[in-house]
């Protein structure tokens, strides 16, 4: 076996190949690898890389960084999935090159090293093309006709010699790396972006209320999608470029919550949004309370168009008591022993108005490409970046299924994945195609729990895939130092969160207004939740 070269540790590699590293379009993907040979010959390497779809490789150089690890990078300029590999060879010429240099430096006479040179460019000159031949060979008869040894020193280190001989290198005992790696190139945005979250159907510029604190509106008040429109320049102005909306779909009635998450709900009250489905629809469709889809599809697109905006739309593959689904599809849901529906539950929390989907149920193929078809349909109406609520509690092999089938469509669709949960658990998601992460920044507080977290995403493997956006607050997350921290807790948080990770998101309204009283001591439940209430902010 002629192939001496190794070429090991790679990376960006991602699980030796099983997922995709990550990239944005624009941007330049640095490789690194261990590459070496036994004893002291020079090594050349190249990464060979292209779009999935082009026959041809593309080269780009490495270069040593020293101790044997090696680097190159090469630039990717459009959405889709890259293929990249290293190639590596015993370079004959540049060994002999080095050597020379270091024998000329101590004075030596080697008029036989100018002979072994002229063998080497004579041999590259068999491999050339006829214009490069004739001045290889010219070289060659140069390097072997005598003179000085200064005249010949030039002739054999001229850079214009070196750059014909790299070209025509002797690659047949090279050693290419065992695989070819993927990486999957994305928006710009995946990677770089601010998020701005609100209920549309809450108000804006209210009164306000004695204490200064946002008042609690009836029903009749509930806002439209033309409201949010109306207040696209000022989510702009602050340098937001995402607008998250919760979820936009008919709100069930049965078991609906009331205010601070009550079990019993009073006429008029709105209900959660994730509790998705009445007689009005299901997830294809809006709540009439906040207008029509012509009005949706209307604020999209002037969000985009007009203010640089991309509204994101909250996926929740869960269903209220009275959505369609219920009723047309119950072989989609876990059936208690009495023939009832298994309501949600995270003990010791019930979520009575919510019904999980059955994803082991005898008839999950039909139910993965009804749920796939929900994210299609959004798509179709203009919707670009999606959050989705919960994806750990769905299965890892629906998710990978789901966003490859996406991303082959719509390479340009976005993935935010709300996933509180497990290291282990988010980064198998944002291996599977996630292309953003909820985090636990929300929970670090101290320098040095910080400083730890940080080293932690930067400096471990989890950087080729794992991309963090940093929030502050959210809807469930109202943490300690914010309920007691006052306005300096506020400023600092949001400023930790926009400089220490490259996205970063507010939950807008009760952040901008330092909301901070929790539903109970202990709780991090808000008072008065815009989950179950609409309110007016001022």
Same mark, same amino acid.
């Given at each position: 076996?002629?192939?001496?070269?190794?070429?090991?540790?790679?990376?960006?590699? #991602?699980?030796?190949?099983?997922?995709?590293?990550?990239?944005?379009?624009?941007?330049?993907?640095?490789?690194?690898?261990?590459?070496?040979?036994?004893?002291?010959?020079?090594?050349?390497?190249?990464?060979?890389?292209?779009?999935?779809?082009?026959?041809?490789?593309?080269?780009?150089?490495?270069?040593? =960084?020293?101790?044997?690890?090696?680097?190159?990078?090469?630039?990717?300029?459009?959405?889709?999935?890259?293929?990249?590999?290293?190639?590596?060879?015993?370079?004959?010429?540049?060994?002999?090159?080095?050597?020379?240099?270091?024998?000329?430096?101590?004075?030596?006479? #080697?008029?036989?090293?100018?002979?072994?040179?002229?063998?080497?460019?004579?041999?590259?000159?068999?491999?050339?093309?006829?214009?490069?031949?004739?001045?290889?060979?010219?070289?060659?008869?140069?390097?072997?006709?005598?003179?000085?040894?200064?005249?010949?020193?030039?002739?054999?280190?001229?850079?214009?010699?070196?750059?014909?001989?790299? /070209?025509?290198?002797?690659?047949?005992? /090279?050693?290419?790396? /065992?695989?070819?790696?993927?990486?999957?190139?994305?928006? !710009?945005?995946?990677?770089?972006?601010?998020?701005?979250?609100?209920?549309?159907?809450?108000?804006?510029?209210?009164?306000?209320?004695?204490?200064?604190?946002?008042?609690?509106?009836?029903?009749?008040?509930?806002?439209?999608?033309?409201?949010?429109?109306?207040?696209?320049?000022?989510?702009?102005?602050?340098?937001?470029?995402?607008?998250?909306?919760?979820?936009?779909?008919?709100?069930?009635?049965?078991?609906?919550?009331?205010? @601070?998450?009550?079990?019993?709900?009073?006429?008029?009250?709105?209900?959660?949004?994730?509790?998705?489905?009445?007689?009005?629809?299901?997830?294809?469709?809006?709540?009439?309370?906040?207008?029509?889809?012509?009005?949706?599809?209307? =604020?999209?697109?002037?969000?985009?168009?007009?203010?640089?905006?991309?509204?994101?739309?909250?996926?929740?593959?869960?269903?209220?008591?009275?959505?369609?689904?219920?009723?047309?599809?119950?072989?989609?849901?876990?059936?208690?022993?009495?023939?009832?529906?298994?309501?949600?539950?995270?003990?010791?929390?019930?979520?009575?108005?919510?019904?999980?989907?059955?994803?082991?149920?005898?008839?999950?193929?039909?139910?993965?490409?009804?749920?796939?078809?929900?994210?299609?349909?959004?798509?179709?109406?203009?919707?670009?970046?999606?959050?989705?609520?919960?994806?750990?509690?769905?299965?890892?092999?629906?998710?990978?299924?789901? =966003?490859?089938?996406?991303?082959?469509?719509?390479?340009?669709?976005?993935?935010?994945?709300?996933?509180?949960?497990?290291?282990?658990?988010?980064?198998?998601?944002?291996?599977?195609?996630?292309?953003?992460?909820?985090?636990?920044?929300?929970?670090?507080?101290?320098?040095?729990?910080?400083? !730890?977290?940080?080293?932690?995403?930067?400096?471990?493997?989890?950087?080729?895939?794992?991309?963090?956006?940093?929030?502050?607050?959210?809807?469930?997350? =109202? @943490?300690?130092?914010?309920?007691?921290?006052?306005?300096?807790?506020?400023?600092?948080?949001?400023?930790? /969160?926009?400089?220490?990770?490259?996205?970063?998101?507010?939950?807008?309204?009760?952040?901008?207004?330092?909301?901070?009283?929790?539903?109970?001591?202990?709780?991090?439940?808000?008072?008065?939740?815009?989950?179950?209430?609409?309110?007016?902010?001022?």
């Amino acid at each position: 076996m002629l192939r001496r070269v190794v070429i090991e540790a790679v990376t960006p590699e #991602v699980d030796q190949g099983r997922f995709s590293a990550k990239a944005t379009s624009g941007e330049d993907v640095v490789v690194e690898a261990d590459i070496f040979t036994d004893g002291t010959d020079v090594i050349t390497a190249v990464i060979l890389h292209r779009p999935c779809e082009a026959a041809d490789w593309s080269e780009a150089p490495m270069d040593l =960084l020293g101790n044997d690890r090696w680097r190159g990078a090469f630039p990717v300029d459009h959405l889709g999935i890259y293929l990249y590999t290293i190639k590596a060879w015993i370079d004959p010429f540049l060994t002999w090159r080095r050597d020379l240099e270091k024998r000329l430096a101590a004075g030596q006479k #080697v008029p036989v090293e100018f002979e072994r040179g002229a063998g080497l460019v004579r041999d590259a000159a068999a491999r050339a093309s006829d214009k490069d031949r004739t001045t290889l060979l010219s070289a060659a008869e140069r390097l072997s006709s005598g003179g000085t040894q200064a005249q010949l020193a030039r002739v054999a280190l001229a850079p214009r010699l070196g750059k014909l001989m790299a /070209a025509v290198a002797d690659r047949m005992h /090279a050693t290419r790396f /065992a695989r070819e790696v993927h990486v999957r190139v994305d928006p !710009e945005k995946a990677r770089f972006s601010s998020w701005y979250e609100m209920f549309p159907r809450s108000l804006w510029s209210a009164p306000r209320s004695g204490k200064g604190q946002a008042a609690r509106v009836a029903q009749r008040d509930h806002a439209t999608f033309r409201d949010v429109e109306a207040r696209l320049h000022y989510v702009t102005a602050m340098g937001f470029d995402v607008l998250y909306l919760p979820p936009v779909h008919p709100i069930g009635r049965t078991h609906r919550k009331g205010p @601070n998450n009550s079990t019993v709900a009073k006429p008029g009250d709105p209900g959660s949004p994730w509790a998705i489905g009445s007689e009005e629809g299901g997830h294809k469709a809006v709540n009439p309370a906040l207008g029509t889809l012509a009005d949706f599809r209307r =604020l999209v697109r002037t969000a985009r168009d007009k203010h640089g905006i991309d509204v994101a739309l909250d996926i929740a593959y869960q269903c209220s008591p009275d959505h369609p689904y219920v009723r047309e599809h119950p072989q989609w849901f876990r059936h208690r022993p009495d023939g009832t529906i298994q309501y949600a539950e995270n003990p010791p929390k019930k979520y009575e108005d919510i019904y999980p989907f059955d994803f082991q149920t005898k008839d999950w193929r039909a139910l993965w490409d009804e749920l796939k078809s929900i994210v299609d349909f959004w798509i179709e109406q203009g919707v670009r970046v999606f959050r989705v609520d919960n994806p750990h509690t769905k299965p890892f092999a629906f998710w990978e299924w789901m =966003l490859g089938e996406v991303y082959r469509q719509h390479p340009e669709v976005i993935f935010l994945a709300e996933a509180f949960t497990r290291p282990k658990i988010m980064h198998r998601l944002a291996k599977l195609g996630f292309h953003q992460s909820y985090t636990y920044f929300a929970w670090r507080n101290q320098k040095w729990d910080l400083a !730890e977290y940080l080293s932690e995403l930067t400096t471990s493997p989890v950087q080729d895939f794992f991309r963090p956006i940093f929030w502050p607050n959210t809807p469930d997350i =109202l @943490n300690d130092v914010l309920q007691h921290g006052g306005r300096p807790a506020f400023i600092a948080r949001l400023v930790l /969160a926009a400089t220490m990770s490259s996205s970063y998101g507010i939950y807008g309204p009760a952040f901008e207004l330092m909301q901070h009283e929790p539903r109970e001591p202990g709780s991090e439940e808000y008072l008065h939740s815009e989950k179950y209430e609409v309110r007016s902010w001022d």
